[in-house]
């Protein structure tokens, strides 16, 4: 497959500003001239419906049903002809992505048996894995005050599970830091300051006068 556009994922715990930053960084792309497409997993097909579902409890399911189901949906994500990432990626438009595979391996990983959710999601690693991965890094408590002033709390929003899928993400760096590209910003600050260490990581993968 030929890929032209680049492919970067946002990653992090709940509350620590991932849709914001995406946002932010895809206005700017789009200012620079540079074609994005912005998305996010769970999706919106029916796939991800039933999984949002399953997060808010209005459905209530098994960790090794719902880690199944979000392998599936990041499948049908990668691969469908009509809006599925690859198609993007190929037309030379590039994607930015709220959570990845990364987002199994530290949420349902921590739940079932995490050798089972890597297996689970090799498909989608063989297939595409991202340019980078920005993983935004909040202390848990305040992540949950952020999610808290939002209202509705969901299956993992609590801050004992916080602090362990913050952990499983770190576990998971040091694992893969092989085979993925992670740039760890620290995400307390105001909101333009951290988008201003957002792009110092993301520019250098569009190449010459955007390097560091
Ligand atoms: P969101 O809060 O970023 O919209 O994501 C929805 C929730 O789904 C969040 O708590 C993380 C969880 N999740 C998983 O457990 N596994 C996954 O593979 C993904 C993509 C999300
Ligand atoms: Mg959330």
Not at 17 to 30: D, E, I, P, V
Not at 83 to 106: H, P, Q, T
Not at 137 to 142: A, C, G, N, V
Not at 186 to 198: D, G, P
Request: net charge neutral.
């Amino acid at each position: 497959m030929e890929r032209k556009g680049k492919f970067i994922v946002f990653e992090g715990t709940d509350g620590s500003g991932k849709s914001t930053q995406m946002k932010l960084l895809g206005k700017y792309l789009k200012a620079e001239g540079i074609a994005c497409y912005l998305t996010h997993e769970p999706t919106d097909s029916p796939f991800g419906a039933l999984l949002k579902s399953c997060l808010t409890g209005r459905v209530d399911a098994d960790e090794h049903a719902i880690a199944a189901l979000f392998a599936a949906d990041r499948l049908d994500h990668i691969t469908n002809p009509v809006n599925g990432i690859r198609m993007w990626l190929e037309k030379g438009v590039s994607v930015l992505c709220d959570r990845y595979y990364l987002s199994s391996f530290a949420y349902n990983g921590g739940f079932v048996p995490t050798e089972w959710v890597i297996e689970l999601n090799r498909p989608a690693m063989q297939l595409l894995r991202p340019d980078l991965t920005v993983f935004l890094d909040l202390p848990p408590e305040d992540g949950m005050a952020r999610v808290a002033r939002r209202g509705e709390t969901e299956r993992y929003e609590t801050l004992e599970k916080q602090r362990g899928i913050r952990e499983k993400y770190f576990e998971m760096f040091r694992r893969f830091g092989k085979d993925e590209t992670v740039a760890i910003v620290r995400s307390e600050a105001e909101k333009e300051c951290t988008q201003a260490n957002v792009r110092a990581a993301v520019m250098p993968l569009f190449g010459g006068k955007y390097g560091r």
